[in-house]
């Protein structure tokens, strides 16, 4: 289970420095000054809380040779075709190049118990299909369709014991209804503690 919340917290991450697609419509952007209390909407520090989830990223940081291109953030690490198939391939949820279902069907389930289980059962199916079926995809694995799928939706489907009831998360997630591609925040990363 800590290799899994290491990269769920890596999730985080990685969504928390990505730029939104070039072709991403205005409204379907986080409105400016509220990211922080978007970062808080859904309580998921039992989902993604690692204090050593920046072990894996350094490795692959450390990888990376070349100055990344306009809009990565994280660069391409040598050997890989991105920083998410590295990720994946550190915590052992990749293999010849592909996702491991099964590894990453166990770990989901291991992560999200509790009032998370349902939550975690729908979005490890979702996003491992859309992995698998995307043509929109950087990484050859569908590692990053996965990681930007699994956060939206377990902050789409935060249970309501976990959700900020809050003018801005209400905005947020009706932004995210009408914008399937967008990503619940950008910015600053969450808080999270193991």
Same mark, same amino acid.
Do not use: H
């Given at each position: 289970?800590?290799?899994f919340?290491v990269?769920?917290?890596?999730?985080?991450?990685?969504c928390?420095?990505?730029?939104?697609?070039?072709?991403?419509?205005?409204e379907?952007?986080?409105? #400016?000054?509220? /990211?922080? @209390?978007?970062?808080?909407?859904? %309580?998921?520090a039992?989902?993604?809380?690692s204090? !050593?989830? +920046?072990a894996?990223?350094?490795?692959?940081?450390?990888?990376?040779?070349?100055?990344?291109?306009?809009?990565d953030?994280?660069?391409?690490p040598?050997?890989f075709?991105?920083?998410?198939?590295?990720?994946?391939s550190?915590?052992g949820l990749?293999?010849?190049? #592909?996702?491991? /279902?099964? @590894?990453?069907?166990?770990?989901? %389930?291991?992560?999200?118990?509790?009032?998370?289980? !349902?939550? +975690?059962?729908?979005?490890?199916?979702?996003?491992?299909?859309?992995a698998?079926?995307?043509?929109?995809?950087?990484?050859?694995?569908?590692?990053?369709?996965f990681?930007?799928?699994?956060f939206?939706?377990?902050?789409?489907?935060?249970?309501?014991?976990?959700?900020?009831?809050?003018?801005?998360?209400?905005?947020?997630?009706e932004?995210?209804?009408?914008?399937?591609?967008?990503?619940?925040?950008?910015?600053?990363?969450?808080?999270?503690?193991?």
């Amino acid at each position: 289970m800590y290799t899994f919340r290491v990269f769920l917290a890596l999730v985080l991450f990685n969504c928390a420095v990505a730029a939104p697609p070039a072709d991403m419509p205005a409204e379907c952007l986080p409105p #400016k000054g509220t /990211e922080k @209390e978007a970062s808080q909407c859904c %309580k998921m520090a039992q989902i993604f809380g690692s204090s !050593e989830a +920046g072990a894996a990223f350094k490795q692959c940081q450390d990888m990376v040779k070349e100055k990344p291109a306009e809009g990565d953030k994280a660069g391409k690490p040598e050997g890989f075709e991105c920083m998410d198939d590295c990720l994946f391939s550190k915590i052992g949820l990749l293999a010849d190049k #592909k996702i491991n /279902e099964a @590894e990453l069907a166990s770990r989901v %389930k291991t992560a999200y118990a509790g009032e998370w289980a !349902e939550v +975690g059962a729908k979005a490890g199916e979702k996003c491992l299909a859309a992995a698998k079926s995307s043509t929109d995809k950087l990484c050859p694995s569908g590692a990053d369709i996965f990681v930007q799928c699994i956060f939206r939706e377990t902050y789409m489907n935060c249970p309501d014991k976990n959700w900020t009831a809050s003018d801005v998360c209400k905005a947020n997630k009706e932004r995210l209804q009408k914008c399937p591609r967008a990503l619940p925040f950008l910015g600053p990363m969450l808080e999270v503690k193991a």
